[in-house]
């Protein structure tokens, strides 16, 4: 009996130090802080840096994600509707001599912390201080690229015209041009940020000005909430019988939502986030991750093959490089480095681009147009986490290496993913690629898909398949539109373990 009993309370001891040791920050999919998200070990990147001997940095791209933000006024509206709901919950309670022994204080006259705003989505102090930091950083990493007086045709600075774009482009500028300038006592350097009209601006801002896209996710969207719902609902009947109170899916989407908030610009991680046990956590993680995944990711191919232009700026960019060292222009006369500030809806279709975050198999399927199946389900591993794919600050930098003693290529490519070397599947997973190797392999089978096919063309509906045959009760029916000729299949996925595939071409495979 007292074996029995020992085996118990190690146990339990066991439990409680895991969660003790369970970090919500570190699964709050693109909520996720910068500072937590490039510290979270990738398994699938490469720990070293293998440049070899000889080679030098003579050219950076660089494109990030704004920086930790305020949620936005339609959120907090939603926020605000939530405080109202508890508080009908908990008279409902009281109403019915209900036990609220279980239900946290905190939760009782819960308000938003941005009830009253008008304005919203604008970044915060440490937002600023993210980009200020990173590019503090990457000055000192390269710094033989930034020992040139500052000029905005020597480092350009982009952004979109969202406001969090922008104020992360010039607090990054003031970072890497820090005790550059004459300015005050702290030696400020003024600095150039440009921006195109959103309605043009199809490198930066892709995802606004792409037709089709906007049509495939309003039609994609209803599908993916569908997809959602069994983890949802699963959880609410934890809540439920957890607190007490009748909570409903609605109510648990918004405080998951609530707890990321809190977690990420409020640093309060024992409101919210406590209502749910870390494997529920890992769960709603997931499930955001199958949201981008789908919408923003390697779901579908418009997700990044309307990200085109971005892709064919960096390579113009390298390629001017090469020809200013090639011609050995003087310093001053050509631009070291291409800084550009946008949004999750351009980094993450960009890693696309790159073919980072797949497995080995995986990149010849995008190249050749075939499905993909999404993320696993928890507890498998994944390479595709937002929380490392496109947190607030996310970025990719490719360095231009010139490496003139190299017998087979006298420039090669480098990708740094949130500052970290990280393996290029289209390049043998190496992080450190031949240049036109990279043309050849990672940008090419691309081209053949330019931003007007991809985005304004009209798409030719082929013949509707036969319906699928009838699956069991347990199973959950969703729907999928295909990209590439414009129809809605359906399909349907067990509630214990979805694995669907995803295609742009003919239909929804299930494993």
Request: negative net charge.
């Amino acid at each position: 009996m007292f074996a029995i009993l020992k085996l118990l309370l190690l146990s339990i001891s066991s439990h409680l130090n895991a969660d003790q040791g369970f970090d919500v920050r570190r699964h709050l999919c693109t909520v996720t802080r910068y500072d937590v998200a490039k510290d979270i070990a990738n398994t699938s990147a490469a720990a070293a840096n293998n440049i070899p001997n000889g080679c030098t940095p003579i050219h950076i791209n660089l494109v990030a994600r704004h920086g930790t933000r305020s949620p936005n006024k339609k959120r907090m509206r939603e926020l605000d509707k939530l405080a109202s709901h508890l508080g009908e919950l908990i008279r409902e309670a009281e109403e019915q001599n209900l036990s609220l022994e279980k239900v946290p204080s905190w939760l009782r006259g819960w308000k938003s912390p941005w009830r009253g705003k008008l304005k919203g989505g604008e970044l915060i102090s440490k937002g600023e201080e993210e980009l200020y930091n990173l590019g503090i950083r990457i000055r000192l990493r390269f710094s033989e690229l930034f020992d040139e007086e500052y000029h905005p045709d020597v480092y350009p600075i982009k952004a979109t015209q969202v406001p969090r774009a922008s104020a992360s482009a010039v607090a990054f500028g003031m970072g890497f041009l820090s005790e550059k300038g004459a300015l005050g006592p702290a030696q400020h350097q003024s600095l150039t940020v440009t921006s195109e009209i959103p309605a043009s601006d199809i490198i930066l801002r892709f995802h606004d000005c792409c037709g089709n896209y906007k049509d495939f996710k309003k039609k994609q969207e209803p599908a993916v909430d569908k997809l959602k719902e069994p983890v949802l609902d699963e959880i609410t009947t934890a809540l439920v019988s957890r607190y007490g109170l009748k909570f409903t899916r609605q109510d648990t989407a918004t405080l998951w939502f609530l707890c990321k908030q809190e977690a990420s610009v409020l640093d309060i991680t024992d409101q919210a986030c406590g209502l749910f046990s870390p494997s529920e956590v890992v769960l709603l993680e997931w499930a955001d991750d199958l949201e981008l995944f789908i919408l923003k990711g390697y779901g579908n191919s418009i997700n990044y093959r309307m990200g085109m232009p971005l892709l064919e700026d960096v390579v113009q960019s390298m390629e001017q490089a090469i020809k200013a060292n090639e011609e050995k222009h003087p310093p001053g006369s050509y631009e070291k480095a291409r800084l550009r500030f946008a949004h999750a809806e351009t980094v993450v279709p960009f890693t696309c681009l790159l073919g980072l975050f797949l497995e080995g198999s995986e990149f010849q399927k995008i190249q050749r147009e075939e499905p993909l199946e999404l993320p696993p389900k928890p507890p498998q591993s994944r390479n595709w986490r937002g929380s490392t794919v496109a947190p607030f600050a996310g970025n990719n930098m490719l360095i231009l290496h010139s490496c003139p003693e190299n017998s087979k290529s006298k420039y090669f490519v480098q990708v740094l993913h949130n500052e970290q070397p990280v393996p290029m599947t289209g390049c043998n997973g190496s992080d450190f690629c031949p240049f036109e190797e990279f043309k050849e392999k990672i940008v090419a089978p691309h081209l053949k898909h330019d931003y007007d096919s991809v985005c304004t063309a009209k798409l030719e509906e082929p013949e509707q398949k036969p319906p699928s045959p009838a699956l069991p009760f347990s199973r959950v029916q969703f729907g999928f539109m295909s990209l590439s000729h414009g129809i809605e299949l359906t399909g349907s996925i067990p509630i214990s373990n979805p694995v669907p595939f995803l295609t742009d071409s003919f239909g929804v495979a299930l494993v």
